[in-house]
């Protein structure tokens, strides 16, 4: 068959491969992102393009290679006078040679060498490969591959002939740039984490023989100019080896276009979705990360090998809860670049916080919403993982929007459709009364391969701003909860709670709590208190400032609602007020002084109507925490 119309059968089949694999075409880009940040989209989309064609090629060129007549190949492939001279080198040294071969397209090329170069004794040479998992393919490839001459060594179990080679005097060559998996050495390759072989390693430390790099540059369709490098590394440490040949291999793509194109971007060489978050554990057995960082002189403060968007929830309360764990996954994955999207009310606070490299704001809720949050990916694109912290719909369709391999998210009603959009969906309907709602975050992160397990210890914020009081007691009361109005506390159990206080407690001031929409609950509560120690704040202070009074309260008095769980967070003392709601799925977590006080007889999972909690239970558990704290938290 003519060239021409291999070749155009390798376009048109490499278009249909990019339309009918998008999953495929998004990974070559996003490679090609995080290795060019600096080169424009349309360039990084050429290049794509360039690559599923040669893809095919490659496919086609394993399959055709050993039908190939002699005088074709030696006239398609030629040797450069670089290779002329080390081929001779190797060839008449009488020392053997470790061969380390790139993914390129024509890589193939390595099984056809003695056709290409006859007339001379070739030693025994070996090529390990990796076996096909189907029968009959593995049997016809093993015959059109070792048509040339060559013996294939399977990587699984072949390693002990590769050794009896070398120890023959004979030529190991192997492809070093495939991802080691699990057991993978961790080194640096285009900035980012890779999990890489230390076979190359081991055969040279046992055996001491020249190493070299060897690559066929393509010229032309099944065509190329075979070039090859003596490798320079330290010969004291061995896994110098696979530093140096990633470098030499990075700066050949960075240099030439034609050999950009050229390398397996689609092979995914991180495979950021399968292995990433294992990768970036601190602790390993399998390091070579550091050794590597200073060999290719990087900054480990300046890399970033995964990004994590995160969509954060729809409510201070779940805010509050969630960040528990973000902190931990940023502790955890210090090399991951984590970005939160979040509703505007809360871009600042989250900032403050800084457990996030970035916060981004959510566009406003009209017809052009979901085209908004493709302008978010436009910035941020690319990310390796998509956590949703919502169960909505819209939710969901942000998710997918957002573009991640892996979508991350929890259920515990077993909606239908989020098993469309979040493909790493952990369903907990079982045990859903009795599971907290951080616990199921952490499970669902897990449950990823994502590992996570919640620092519970209180959050610290500087907000520059100052509360005084002469007071011996700051006591802050959360009264209103917009969200859900039965988890309430009638406005005269409020009331008379208040004067109980004012009345045993002379040198007191409270503070009442509560959001704008909570304005009107709080004004009745506080309405026929007209005492100088009390202080309603409802509507009349930002998140950021009402952080300020909490981390200064000696105790918060408040319903299952945003601004109890904003106290916990900052390890204030509380005596939290529960009975329609569930205080297992939805009670403070932060290590603090806590009481829950709940009506008589109610199960620990709550259910009864939160009017049932009588005023002196209460009051009770406030004398308890104001005798355990004694004014101990307000820190000036």
């Known amino acids: 068959?003519?060239?021409?119309?291999?070749?155009?059968?390798?376009?048109?089949?490499?278009?249909?491969?990019?339309?009918?694999?998008?999953?495929?075409?998004?990974?070559?880009?996003?490679?090609?992102?995080?290795?060019?940040?600096?080169?424009?989209?349309?360039?990084?989309?050429?290049?794509?393009?360039?690559?599923?064609?040669?893809?095919?090629?490659?496919?086609?060129?394993?399959?055709?290679?050993?039908?190939?007549?002699?005088?074709?190949?030696k006239s398609d492939f030629k040797l450069s006078?670089?290779?002329?001279?080390?081929?001779?080198?190797?060839?008449?040294?009488g020392h053997g040679a470790i061969i380390l071969v790139p993914h390129f397209t024509l890589m193939e090329t390595m099984t056809l060498l003695p056709k290409i170069v006859d007339g001379v004794d070739w030693p025994e040479v070996g090529v390990i490969y990796r076996p096909f998992d189907n029968p009959s393919l593995e049997k016809f490839m093993r015959h059109t591959r070792e048509g040339g001459g060559m013996k294939l060594i399977s990587r699984k179990k072949g390693i002990f002939e590769a050794m009896q080679i070398l120890k023959n005097k004979g030529i190991v060559s192997l492809l070093f740039d495939q991802n080691a998996g699990d057991s993978g050495y961790r080194m640096m390759f285009f900035n980012r984490i890779i999990a890489s072989t230390d076979l190359p390693a081991l055969l040279y430390q046992k055996f001491k023989v020249p190493v070299y790099f060897l690559y066929p540059m393509r010229v032309g369709f099944w065509k190329a100019k075979i070039k090859i490098k003596k490798l320079n590394f330290d010969e004291n440490d061995p896994k110098t080896i696979l530093f140096a040949a990633n470098k030499h291999l990075e700066e050949l793509l960075t240099g030439n276009e034609n050999i950009c194109s050229d390398w397996l971007w689609a092979h995914?060489?991180?495979?950021?979705?399968?292995?990433?978050?294992?990768?970036?554990v601190k602790r390993r057995r399998c390091e070579w990360l550091p050794q590597s960082q200073k060999y290719l002189k990087i900054n480990p403060e300046e890399v970033i090998n995964f990004r994590i968007t995160v969509r954060m929830p729809n409510w201070l309360g779940d805010i509050a809860m969630a960040v528990a764990v973000l902190r931990t996954l940023k502790n955890y994955y210090p090399d991951t670049e984590l970005i939160l999207i979040c509703q505007e009310q809360f871009v600042d606070f989250l900032v403050?916080?800084?457990?996030?490299?970035?916060?981004?704001?959510?566009p406003p809720k009209d017809l052009k919403y979901f085209l908004n949050i493709l302008k978010i990916r436009d910035v941020y694109p690319y990310p390796d993982v998509h956590i949703s912290l919502v169960n909505s719909l819209r939710g969901d369709i942000e998710a997918v929007l957002m573009g991640a391999p892996?979508?991350?998210?929890?259920?515990?009603?077993?909606?239908?459709?989020?098993?469309?959009?979040?493909?790493?969906?952990?369903?907990?309907?079982?045990?859903?009364?009795?599971?907290?709602?951080?616990?199921?975050w952490e499970n669902a992160l897990n449950e990823a391969g994502i590992e996570c397990e919640s620092k519970l210890s209180p959050f610290k914020l500087c907000t520059n701003m100052e509360v005084v009081s002469k007071s011996r007691y700051l006591i802050g009361m959360v009264c209103g909860s917009v969200n859900t109005p039965r988890k309430r506390w009638p406005v005269k159990f409020w009331?008379?709670?208040?004067?109980?206080?004012?009345?045993?407690y002379e040198d007191v001031h409270i503070n009442l709590y509560g959001t704008k929409a909570d304005a009107m609950f709080v004004d009745e509560v506080s309405l026929f208190l007209d005492r100088e120690n009390i202080s309603n704040l409802a509507g009349k202070t930002t998140l950021l400032e009402l952080a300020s009074y909490m981390q200064r309260d000696d105790l918060v008095v408040a319903i299952d609602t945003g601004g109890m769980h904003l106290a916990n967070m900052f390890g204030c003392p509380l005596v939290c007020i529960y009975g329609v709601t569930n205080p297992l799925v939805t009670g403070p977590i932060y290590e603090s002084n806590k009481i829950i006080v709940m009506p008589d007889s109610c199960p620990e999972n709550g259910g009864f109507n939160t009017e049932d909690v009588s005023i002196d239970s209460v009051f009770k558990a406030i004398q308890l925490v104001l005798m355990q704290c004694d004014g101990k938290n307000r820190g000036y």
């Open 406 to 440: 892996k979508r991350i998210g929890a259920d515990t009603k077993n909606r239908f459709y989020r098993r469309i959009f979040i493909n790493n969906l952990y369903e907990n309907s079982a045990d859903a009364e009795f599971l907290h709602q951080t616990k199921l």
């Open 352 to 362: 403050k916080l800084k457990i996030a490299d970035k916060v981004i704001q959510l």
């Open 495 to 504: 009331r008379i709670l208040i004067e109980m206080v004012c009345g045993a």
């Open 1 to 73: 068959m003519p060239k021409c119309i291999i070749r155009l059968l390798c376009i048109i089949c490499g278009s249909i491969t990019m339309f009918v694999m998008p999953s495929r075409r998004r990974l070559v880009l996003s490679n090609l992102h995080y290795a060019f940040p600096n080169r424009s989209a349309p360039w990084r989309r050429k290049v794509c393009r360039e690559n599923f064609f040669r893809l095919i090629e490659l496919g086609l060129l394993s399959i055709a290679g050993n039908f190939l007549s002699k005088k074709r190949i």
């Open 268 to 280: 995914d060489r991180w495979k950021v979705a399968t292995y990433g978050p294992k990768n970036l």
């Open 81 to 93: 006078e670089e290779y002329k001279r080390v081929a001779n080198q190797i060839l008449t040294g």
